[in-house]
T-cell receptor, first 110, second 115 residues
Framework: SQQGEEDPQALSIQEGENATMNCSYKTSINNLQWYRQNSGRGLVHLILIRSNEREKHSGRLRVTLDTSKKSSSLLITASRAADTASYFCATGGSNYKLTFGKGTLLTVNP | GAGVSQSPSNKVTEKGKDVELRCDPI?????LYWYRQSLGQGLEFLIYFQGNSAPDKSGLPSDRFSAERTGGSVSTLTIQRTQQEDSAVYLC?????????????FGEGSRLTVL
C-alpha cells in the first residue's frame, strides 16, 4: 500500500507562476522526501525534510511539514517550462522502506 | 558515469518467457532497492538489499519474482513465466544510508512489455 498521497493529481500553470503540491500520509514518519520524474526517466531527489523540521528551502523549492496534520507541501516559485514533470513525495519511517505516492503531474506552459 | 545503471532499458517479451533485469548501483552504496512503476502510478516497493544482511523480499508480488545481489554490488531481478500484468517500468535505486535517513539515487529504469 502507498503511504503518501499527492494532491492535486495534475496541475497546469503558466511560466512564472508558483506551483504548490500537497502530500498527505497516514503513519508516523522519520522523514519525508520529494522527488521529480521527467517523462520516461528515473526519479531525482529534490529535498528531504526531517520529522523535527517544519520548513526547508532549496533554491526555488520550499517544503513544509506539519506532522500534526500528517501533511507536507512543495512550493516551486517562479516556475519554468523545464519544471514540467511528475513530483512524488516519499515517506521514510522507522524501517528502511521509502514509500511513494502516485505523484502530481505538473505542466508549466511557456 | 557514476550513476545507477540499469539494463536493458527496454525489453519486449512474450507471455510465459523469463526475463532478467540488471542493476549496477553507485560504487560503495550498501543499500539497493527495486521498485515497480505501472503506467501513471506511483512506485511499488519490491525488494531491498542492505550490505550482507538477508534481503527484505516482502514486496515481491509472487514467487515468479526473485532477485539476487552478488558481491554486494550488481543486482539481478528475474521474472519467470512473465504475465501481461508484469508490464511496467522496473526501477533500481541505491543509497549510502538507510532510506529513512538519506536520499535514493535512481537508475533510468527498465521498461518491460509482455505481449
Amino acid at each position: 500500500s502507498q503511504q503518501g498521497e499527492e494532491d492535486p493529481q495534475a496541475l497546469s500553470i503558466q511560466e512564472g507562476e508558483n506551483a504548490t503540491m500537497n502530500c498527505s500520509y497516514k503513519t508516523s514518519i522519520n522523514n519525508l522526501q520529494w522527488y521529480r520524474q521527467n517523462s520516461g526517466r528515473g526519479l531525482v531527489h529534490l529535498i528531504l525534510i526531517r520529522s523535527n523540521e517544519r520548513e526547508k528551502h532549496s533554491g526555488r523549492l520550499r517544503v513544509t511539514l506539519d506532522t500534526s496534520k500528517k501533511s507536507s507541501s512543495l512550493l516551486i516559485t517562479a516556475s519554468r517550462a523545464a519544471d514540467t514533470a511528475s513530483y512524488f513525495c516519499a515517506t521514510g519511517g522507522s524501517n528502511y522502506k521509502l514509500t511513494f505516492g502516485k505523484g502530481t503531474l505538473l505542466t508549466v506552459n511557456p | 558515469g557514476a550513476g545507477v545503471s540499469q539494463s536493458p532499458s527496454n525489453k519486449v517479451t512474450e507471455k510465459g518467457k523469463d526475463v532478467e533485469l540488471r542493476c549496477d548501483p553507485i560504487s560503495g552504496h550498501t543499500a539497493l532497492y527495486w521498485y515497480r512503476q505501472s503506467l501513471g502510478q506511483g512506485l511499488e516497493f519490491l525488494i531491498y538489499f542492505q550490505g550482507n544482511s538477508a534481503p527484505d523480499k516482502s514486496g515481491l508480488p509472487s514467487d515468479r519474482f526473485s532477485a539476487e545481489r552478488t558481491g554486494g554490488s550488481v543486482s539481478t531481478l528475474t521474472i519467470q513465466r512473465t504475465q501481461q500484468e508484469d508490464s511496467a517500468v522496473y526501477l533500481c535505486a541505491s543509497s549510502s544510508y538507510r532510506a529513512h535517513t538519506g536520499e535514493l539515487f535512481f537508475g533510468e529504469g527498465s521498461r518491460l512489455t509482455v505481449l
